[in-house]
C-alpha cells in the first residue's frame, strides 16, 4: 500500500443521500474504512435527502464508518444557523434559503471537526450541475475560498470534470478511481448503488427553505419577532398559521398534529384550547393578547364539528388556569385576511 495513502483520513459530509453514501463507499475502496469518517449536521430546516439521523447512523454503522453528529437544532448552534438565515451573505435562492452561506456554514463546521479528527481530506456527494444555485464551479469555488479550504474540498462524483485537489496532487487518493458524473439525472448513481449493494432513501422533502408557504411563515414571523427560538421552529412545521398583531395562532389540522402543539405548549408555557363538546383541533396562541384569545377561540370553533351558525363551547388553558369561552366560527372572509 501507498504510505501516503496509509496516513490520509478522509471525513465525508454525510447527507444520508445516495450521493454522500457513494462518497463513502468510494473513499472506503481506497482509504479502507478505518480512515473514512462522516459528518452529519442535523439542521433547523433539514437541507439534504435524508434528514433521519437515526436512518444516517444506520448506515454509518452498517458501513463500519464513524460519524459524527452536530445538532444545530438547539443551543449555540442553533443561534449561529439562525443569525446566517436571517443575514445571508450571498444570494438567496427562489424563497429563502441562503444554500451559498449554508455551505460555507457546512463546510467550517467541517473544517473544524477535520483538524480535531486529524483528517486531511473533506470530501461531499456533490454533483456537477445538480443543483443550480451551489453546484456549479463558480459556487463551489466561492464556498472552497468563503470557508478557507481552497483545493481541499473533494468531490468524489465530479471529481474528473474539477480541478485536482490536494488530496489527489499529494497522492492520496487516486483521482483515476474517481468518477465524471455531472447534471440531474440519477441513473449512474443509482447503478452505482447495486454495484456496491447499498440501499438508500427516496428523496425526502429537503431544505424546508425551498418550500413557498414554509418560506411565508418564517418570514412572518422574522418581521414580527426578534428572536427566533428552538419553540417557533418546531410550530412552524405544524397547522394553520394566523397572525393577529404580534400575536401568533396555530390551529391544528389533525390529531398528531394537536399531540404536538399540546406537547410544545406545554415546553413554552404558552396557552391553548380546544372545543368542549365537539371534536376539533388543539389551537395554541404565542404572545397572546384577550383580543387574539377571543379570535382564536372562533378559528377553534371554525374548525371543529360545531354546527355553523352555532355557538361552541371552548376551553382556554393559561397560566391562571382554565376558563370557558362560548364563540361562533369566524367566517371566511376574515379567517383569509389573518391567514399566514
Given amino acids: 500500500m501507498n504510505r501516503k495513502k496509509s496516513k490520509s483520513k478522509a471525513l465525508v459530509l454525510l447527507s444520508g443521500g445516495l450521493d454522500s453514501r457513494l462518497v463513502c463507499k468510494i473513499l472506503k475502496g481506497q482509504l479502507g474504512k478505518e480512515r473514512v469518517e462522516a459528518l452529519f449536521l442535523k439542521l433547523p ?4 435527502c435524508c434528514n433521519d439521523e437515526f436512518c444516517v447512523l444506520r448506515f454509518a454503522q452498517t458501513e463500519g464508518v464513524k460519524l459524527h453528529v452536530l445538532d444545530c437544532t438547539k443551543g449555540r448552534m442553533f443561534r449561529r444557523y439562525i443569525e446566517m438565515i436571517k443575514n445571508p451573505k450571498f444570494q438567496r435562492g427562489v424563497e429563502l434559503n441562503p444554500c451559498i452561506d449554508c455551505h460555507i456554514f457546512m463546510l467550517k463546521e467541517a473544517k473544524k471537526l477535520a483538524k480535531r479528527t486529524g483528517a486531511r481530506i473533506i470530501a461531499t456527494g456533490e454533483v456537477l450541475g ?4 451551489s453546484q456549479n464551479k463558480r459556487s463551489m469555488e466561492l464556498i472552497e475560498r468563503e470557508a478557507g479550504i481552497q483545493g481541499k474540498i473533494l468531490r468524489p462524483l465530479s471529481a474528473k470534470l474539477l480541478p485536482e485537489t490536494d488530496a489527489e496532487k499529494k497522492g492520496w487518493i487516486n483521482r483515476d ?9 440519477r441513473k449512474r448513481q443509482i447503478a452505482l448503488a447495486k454495484r456496491y449493494r447499498i440501499s438508500y432513501p427516496s428523496p425526502a422533502g429537503g431544505c424546508l427553505l425551498t418550500d413557498p408557504e414554509f418560506a411565508r411563515r418564517l418570514r ?3 418581521e414580527h419577532s426578534r428572536k427566533l427560538t428552538e419553540g417557533d421552529v418546531a410550530l412552524l412545521k405544524l397547522g394553520r398559521h394566523f397572525r393577529q398583531g404580534k400575536s401568533k395562532i396555530i390551529v391544528g389540522r389533525k390529531e398528531r398534529e394537536n399531540k404536538q402543539l399540546l406537547r410544545i405548549a406545554g415546553k413554552l408555557k404558552t396557552p391553548w384550547m380546544e372545543a368542549g363538546d365537539y371534536m376539533g383541533p ?8 384577550s383580543a387574539s384569545l377571543r ?7 371554525r374548525y371543529s364539528d360545531a354546527p355553523k351558525g352555532k355557538a361552541a363551547k371552548i376551553k382556554i388553558k393559561t397560566s391562571r388556569g382554565q376558563e370557558i369561552l362560548k364563540a361562533r366560527a369566524l367566517p371566511e372572509a376574515k379567517i383569509a385576511k389573518l391567514r399566514v
Avoid at 478511481?177 to 439525472?185: E, H, M, N, P, V
Wanted: glycine share 12%; proline share 6%.
Fill in 177 to 185: 478511481k474517481l468518477l465524471d458524473i455531472q447534471g440531474r439525472s
Fill in 220 to 222: 412572518d414571523i422574522l
Fill in 45 to 48: 430546516f433539514g437541507g439534504g
Fill in 130 to 133: 445538480e443543483r443550480p444555485m
Fill in 282 to 289: 388543539v389551537t395554541l396562541v404565542r404572545n397572546p393578547t
Fill in 295 to 301: 379570535t382564536a377561540a372562533r378559528l377553534t370553533a
